[in-house]
C-alpha cells in the first residue's frame, strides 16, 4: 500500500515562527498536495507539485511556501505563523488523476 | 470554476438504518468521482471510485454509489449503518481525468444507538 507519512501529527508553535510542515510518500508519484482543513470551509488547496523543483499556487497560497528538492518529499513551509494558520494540515500524493489521492494522517497545527 | 456540491452538512441517522450521502459537481466535462472518509483526527481514506463501465460502483465497508450523468450526482449510500460509521464523508471530482480534484465541503453522519 502506498503509505503517505506526514511527519508530526500535533504541533504548537508560537506567532512569528518558521514552521516546517515535512511529507514524504513511498510509492513514487509524480504529483503531490498540501491542503488546510478548517470546520465549515473543507479542503483548500494551498500548493501542489507535479514533479521535483516545480511548484503551483492553489487557492490559499498566501502566508505559505512549499519545497520539493526530491520526489517522495514535499515540505509546506510558514514563513512566519500566525494565528490564522492554526488548522489541521493534510498532504497528499497521486500517480494520475484514475487513481485517487493518499491522504496522510494529517498534522494540526496551534500557533499561540 | 467547477464545484462540488453535498446538500446536506450533518446528518444524523440511527444505528442499522439505510443513508444516503448526496453529491452533485457541476461539469459538462468527463469526470472522475470519488468519496473519502475521515475519522476523527485522522486523514482521509479512499471509500471507493468511479472511473467508466457500470454506474453503480461497491466500496469498502459495504458502501455503494451510483452516477448519474444527467443529473451529474455521484450519491453514496448504505443499507445499514453501524456506530463505526461515524466520520466525515468527502465527495470529489477529478476533472478532464486530471490529478487536480475538487472537493466537496462535506457532510458529517453521525450514527446514534
Known amino acids: 500500500d502506498v503509505k503517505v507519512t506526514q511527519s508530526s501529527r500535533y504541533l504548537v508553535k508560537r506567532t512569528g515562527e518558521k514552521v516546517f510542515l515535512e511529507c514524504v510518500q513511498d510509492m513514487d508519484h509524480e504529483n503531490m498536495f498540501w491542503y488546510r482543513q478548517d470546520p465549515g470551509l473543507g479542503l483548500r488547496l494551498i500548493y501542489f507539485s507535479y514533479d521535483v523543483k516545480m511548484k503551483e499556487k492553489g487557492d490559499i497560497p498566501e502566508g505559505y511556501s512549499v519545497s520539493r528538492e526530491k520526489k517522495e518529499r514535499f515540505s509546506l513551509i510558514l514563513e512566519s505563523a500566525s494565528t490564522n494558520q492554526t488548522s489541521m494540515y493534510l498532504c497528499a500524493s497521486t500517480s494520475g488523476g484514475e487513481y485517487g489521492y493518499t491522504f496522510g494522517s494529517g498534522t494540526r497545527l496551534t500557533v499561540v | 470554476a467547477q464545484s462540488v456540491t453535498q446538500l446536506d452538512s450533518q446528518v444524523p441517522v440511527f444505528e442499522e438504518a439505510p443513508v444516503e450521502l448526496r453529491c452533485n459537481y457541476s461539469?459538462?466535462?468527463?469526470?472522475?468521482l470519488f468519496w473519502y472518509v475521515q475519522y476523527p483526527n485522522q486523514g482521509l481514506q479512499l471509500l471507493l471510485k468511479y472511473l467508466s463501465g457500470s454506474t453503480l460502483v461497491k466500496g469498502i465497508n459495504g458502501f455503494e454509489a451510483e452516477f448519474n450523468k444527467s443529473q451529474t450526482s455521484f450519491h453514496l449510500r448504505k443499507p445499514s449503518v453501524h456506530i463505526s460509521d461515524t466520520a466525515e464523508y468527502f465527495c470529489?471530482?477529478?476533472?478532464?481525468?486530471?490529478?487536480?480534484?475538487?472537493f466537496g465541503p462535506g457532510t458529517r453522519l453521525s450514527v446514534l444507538p
Open positions: 461539469s459538462s466535462v468527463s469526470v472522475y
Open positions: 470529489a471530482v477529478s476533472i478532464n481525468y486530471g490529478q487536480n480534484f475538487v
